[in-house]
């Protein structure tokens, strides 16, 4: 199985959903096709944003 690469693009329309806690978290990791684990949301959100957090 090969291993999928994430954009920037993505990864911030993800932690942008994330972080308006509209939805669970589950439910999001469901949306995006990612396990629910690896929607931890980080104490700095900046972070992500710049694709310092790998999904």
Known sequence: MKKRKFTTKFKTRVVLEALKEVS????????????PLKLVIVENPKLALRGSVNF
């Open 24 to 35: 669970p978290l589950s439910e999001l990791a469901k949306k995006y096709e990612l396990a």
